[in-house]
């Protein structure tokens, strides 16, 4: 059968997402919601807060997507704080498993203090290294108390998304003084019929200079098996290194990481139990 290539639409990559959640065991599946927390000071400013994302129940995790301090506010225990309520929320919505990223610029020794360890690394060609995090909530942690808790006259607030501008504002300029924005392209793209009928696609980006990451991958069930999704692999490593990249990555379960280890994907990190009763990975290929 002949197949042409053709950029992806918004509505089809709303389809991949929808498919692959078929694809994936059924004790996976689960609800999202994006939720954002702030501190304010005296006069009403923000001074710290977080943006994260829970994954309710079977999936059972919260990612902390943000969490930022006001450099004029830090070592006042306002970042601890938030923690806290963070692991509140997660607990409460039946949550067993917090995740988070930080940078060696950053704040790894902080998230160390209140109990969470890193599953993977990640050295970039700027030379700074991400780490990834995670802390089991069912599974008994020393309680951290700050040095410093002049900051508890706050309280921790439920925020909006205007917050949620202010604190990926804070992330942003802090994160710039040490790694400056890499430029993104975009690669999304479809293989089609001959009557023009979807038959795979892909949803991946590269920061240029830096590694690319594939987002999703999705090849209709009755033509798989047949390279396709190999393909469009081959077509993302051809794009992350005309862009100067040297490294792509990707995140599996155990229900589909033998696809990637076929096509030469290394494991970097492993979440062993999350969600409950499988595993997840995060993987990388040298291009």
Request: glycine content about 10%; overall charge negative; charged content about 30%.
């Amino acid at each position: 059968m002949e197949y042409r290539i053709e950029d992806l639409t918004k509505e089809e990559a709303a389809y991949i997402g929808e498919k692959i959640n078929e694809i994936v065991p059924r004790e996976v599946d689960a609800d999202e919601e994006e939720f954002v927390l702030k501190v304010v000071n005296d006069d009403g400013g923000i001074i710290g807060g977080c943006i994260a994302r829970a994954y309710e129940y079977h999936w059972s995790r919260v990612l902390l997507e943000e969490l930022w301090v006001d450099e004029r506010w830090r070592r006042q225990g306002i970042g601890s704080m938030i923690i806290r309520e963070v692991e509140r929320i997660a607990r409460e919505k039946g949550c067993r498993v917090v995740t988070l990223g930080t940078a060696s610029f950053m704040a790894r020794p902080f998230y160390e203090k209140h109990g969470y360890t890193v599953f993977t690394t990640l050295k970039k060609p700027n030379g700074h290294i991400s780490y990834s995090l995670v802390k089991y909530l069912d599974r008994d942690a020393p309680e951290y108390v700050p040095t410093s808790n002049s900051g508890a006259r706050f309280r921790v607030l439920p925020g909006n998304d205007d917050d949620a501008d202010v604190i990926e504002n804070g992330i942003d300029t802090y994160s710039e003084a040490y790694e400056p924005k890499c430029e993104s392209v975009d690669y999304c793209r479809k293989l089609v019929d001959k009557d023009g009928r979807f038959v795979a696609g892909v949803i991946a980006d590269v920061d240029k200079g830096s590694y690319g990451f594939i987002d999703a991958l999705f090849v209709e069930e009755p033509l798989r098996h047949q390279g396709l999704g190999t393909y469009f692999l081959k077509e993302a490593d051809k794009t992350a290194k005309e862009n100067g990249a040297s490294m792509i990555l990707t995140t599996a379960g155990d229900w589909n990481v033998g696809f990637f280890k076929k096509n030469g994907y290394l494991l970097r990190g492993e979440l062993k139990d999350v969600p409950k009763g499988h595993d997840c990975y995060e993987l990388y290929k040298m291009i």
